[in-house]
């Protein structure tokens, strides 16, 4: 039984979660992972700091417990409320050991904020979906299954992230982020489709090419974002040039992503074929054919303009957006067959 409400609430948490994977990949391309060395607050701080006086140690200044300051290259973070005197006294204060990280920017500081608020935010829509697909659990379980299990992934996520920022940005750990917000589309996705009246036969031909394309997209994404952990690699390891990282990274992985583009570039065209021989409407499939070209043309710009960052959340965000057109007529398709 399909239930408007929660088809509704799905909607609203593939766009907060579109969003939430946006303002990930621009803290991504900006450097800002690190902007808030603490987690779930930002230097101890509800709202964080804008600028450095806020971390800096002077006498007769405030402190809450928890909060921090930058002290000799070392963030400090304060043992209970108190009222600094006329010296810095090292028993009132603890040194903050989760990393070595020590370096306060405030526009990378505001970009991972903004990045955590989205993503807290994201959280109320798929709440309350979880909460309705409970009370209806008799009306349909499957609501409500894959409802907790999207408030699952979605809490997942959040205490991944705290051990990313914990391990001063893990490479591993970023890229099981990457894929926990693709995991939370794809349930998303099916949840949608389960409670869609207008639901699409498609011909088992089809289904299997969707299948098979669906399959390569999230294999592209995850070699994609490997090969972007190769990039800040890079980085830290001082090529600051843009031009020469690309060269610098010519392993495996990065060729193995430019040559899987050929074969989703042909599964789709053998999808565009046999759309046109049966004469079908395929649901959302202008949007894919434009995504992918559109995906392409990103893609050459990176690799040949030395990876601009302006493109980077593009790259990422539209190959979101090619998943979710070839998941959600086939889930359509699954669900009426």
Known sequence: MTSPIIKKLATVSLVCIFLVILAGSIVRATGSGMGCPDWPQCFGYNIPPSNIETLTWRSGKEFKQGQM???????????ADLTTAQEFSS????????????????????????????????????????FIGFIQIRKSIWNALLSGSVLFL?????????????????????????????????LLLVLRARNDNATKALPKSILRTLVV?????????????????????????????????????????????????????AITSLLFYQKRVKGLH?????????????????????????????????????????LSSISYPLFLALRRS
């Not at 959340?313 to 090619?322: C, F, K, M, Q, R």
């Open 213 to 265: 394309l669906l399959l390569a997209v999230v294999v592209q994404i995850f070699l994609g974002t490997q090969t972007r952990e190769l990039v800040d690699a890079a980085v830290d390891h001082g090529i600051l040039n843009r031009f020469e990282i690309i060269p610098s990274i010519e392993e495996l992985m990065p060729r193995i992503h430019r040559s899987f583009a050929w074969f989703i570039l």
């Open 91 to 130: 028993a009132n204060w603890s040194k903050f050991d989760r990393h070595e990280y020590t370096i306060f920017n405030p526009m990378h500081t505001w970009i991972e904020f903004i990045n955590r608020l989205i993503g807290a935010l994201s959280g109320l829509p798929i709440l309350l979906m979880t």
């Open 282 to 322: 395929i649901p959302g499939f202008n949007a894919l054919i434009f995504g992918i070209a559109l995906e392409w043309m990103v893609g050459v710009v990176l690799y040949f303009l030395g990876l601009p960052q302006l493109m980077q959340p593009v790259h990422l965000v539209l190959s979101i957006g090619i």
């Open 69 to 79: 300051i930058l002290l000799d290259n070392h963030f400090w973070v304060a043992n």
């Open 154 to 186: 979605l809490g997942f996520e959040a205490w991944l992230g705290k051990l990313v920022v914990d391990g001063n940005l893990v490479p591993n750990q970023i890229t099981i982020h990457m894929m926990g917000s693709v995991a939370i589309v794809l």
